[in-house]
Structure formats: structure tokens, C-alpha cells
T-cell receptor, first 113, second 112 residues
Framework: AQSVTQPDIHITVSEGASLELRCNYSYGATPYLFWYVQSPGQGLQLLLKYFSGDTLVQGIKGFEAEFKRSQSSFNLRKPSVHWSDAAEYFC???????????FGGGTRLMVKP | NAGVTQTPKFRVLKTGQSMTLLCAQDMNHEYMYWYRQDPGMGLRLIHYSVGEGTTAKGEVPDGYNVSRLKKQNFLLGLESAAPSQTSVYFCASVGNLNQPQHFGDGTRLSIL
């Protein structure tokens, strides 16, 4: 069965600092991977996705993620964090059948002024 | 373009009561999903549907039922609510396999 692990439950960074959120997955075939962001009281918004091809994918709001098959990882990065990036971030893998997503437990990002 | 709309947004129930959550999408999507979100556990799939008239169990289906009588609507029912079902419920839909799912804003359900 597929699974997704986000090792960091909470992360605090200073505004303007760089950010990396970790995601590790377990899946037998080539995964389809996603990062979603959730602001308080809101639904999930797609940041970026990886299906195939270039392993470095660009998303909205200045985010990018790199797929590393050898490490089973899909880490999310941003070079300079803004206060508005404070939210909860979820990594997810698609099982390629029925389009079902398995989510990680989420990482809550706090941004210090 | 409304996307995915969930009603109600909030509800408080007493143990043993029943209720139905409605999810409506206006994107003509084939696939629809119900998730529950609990702290530290991400989103877990309750039930899903791959088309009108079809439903299937997800990861945590016990205590819930669903129906997809119309393509645009996916209903989640709790026949006898329990405190363990206190959660935030999200509906999602997608048109084609391997495309990102579109999420509603959630329903916050508390069961006393």
C-alpha cells in the first residue's frame, strides 16, 4: 500500500528566509505527486504536481519541488518566504487507479516577522 | 464558476442523530471523493465515486454511506453520529485520471 510521510509537523522560518518542506513516499510504481496548501478555514489549493519528465517542477506562488526517485522524496522549496505563506502544507501521492490520493500528515508553517 | 460547493459549512449534532452532507460540482467531473481531516493525520478517504450511480469504499468507510444519483452531486450520510466522527469533511472532484483534484471549502462537523 502506498504511504506518504511528512517528517516535520511544525516549521518556523523568518520572513525572507528559504524554506524546504520534506516529503517521502512509498509506492511501487512511478508515482504521481502533489503538493497542496491549506490556509486556516479553507479548502486545499494545488501548489504543483509531478507526473513525468523534468524532475524539478515549478508551481504557483514561487514554490518548486524536486522529485528524487532514488530517495523516494518530493521536497517542496521556496527561496524567500513571505508572511502570507503561513499555512499547512500537504504532500500527496496518486495511486493511478481511481485517481485516489494518499496524503501525508501535513506540515504547519509559521513565518516570523 | 463555483467549482466544488459543500453544504452545510458547519453543523453540531448530538450522538445518534443522522445527517447528510452535500457536495455539488459544476465542472462535469466524473470522479468525486469524500475525505475527513483530523489533526496530524492529513486527509483520509472515506468513499469515492468513479461515475454517476457508482460508489466505492475508501480507507475509513465505517459509519458512513454515500450516494451519487446525479453526476454533479455526491452525498455523504451519517446514519447514527458518534463523537469519533467529529472532523472536518472535504469533498473533491476531478474530470480525468491523474489530474489534480479540486476541493471544496470543507464542512466542520461536531458531534456531542
Amino acid at each position: 500500500a502506498q504511504s506518504v510521510t511528512q517528517p516535520d509537523i511544525h516549521i518556523t522560518v523568518s520572513e525572507g528566509a528559504s524554506l524546504e518542506l520534506r516529503c517521502n513516499y512509498s509506492y511501487g510504481a512511478t508515482p504521481y505527486l502533489f503538493w497542496y496548501v491549506q490556509s486556516p478555514g479553507q479548502g486545499l489549493q494545488l501548489l504543483l504536481k509531478y507526473f513525468s519528465g523534468d524532475t524539478l517542477v515549478q508551481g504557483i506562488k514561487g514554490f518548486e519541488a524536486e522529485f528524487k526517485r532514488s530517495q523516494s522524496s518530493f521536497n517542496l522549496r521556496k527561496p524567500s518566504v513571505h508572511w502570507s505563506d503561513a499555512a499547512e502544507y500537504f504532500c500527496a501521492v496518486n495511486n493511478n487507479a481511481g485517481n485516489m490520493l494518499t496524503f501525508g500528515g501535513g506540515t504547519r508553517l509559521m513565518v516570523k516577522p | 464558476n463555483a467549482g466544488v460547493t459543500q453544504t452545510p459549512k458547519f453543523r453540531v449534532l448530538k450522538t445518534g442523530q443522522s445527517m447528510t452532507l452535500l457536495c455539488a460540482q459544476d465542472m462535469n467531473h466524473e470522479y468525486m471523493y469524500w475525505y475527513r481531516q483530523d489533526p496530524g493525520m492529513g486527509l483520509r478517504l472515506i468513499h469515492y465515486s468513479v461515475g454517476e450511480g457508482t460508489t466505492a469504499k475508501g480507507e475509513v468507510p465505517d459509519g458512513y454511506n454515500v450516494s451519487r444519483l446525479k453526476k454533479q452531486n455526491f452525498l455523504l450520510g451519517l446514519e447514527s453520529a458518534a463523537p469519533s466522527q467529529t472532523s472536518v469533511y472535504f469533498c473533491a472532484s476531478v474530470g480525468n485520471l491523474n489530474q489534480p483534484q479540486h476541493f471544496g471549502d470543507g464542512t466542520r462537523l461536531s458531534i456531542l
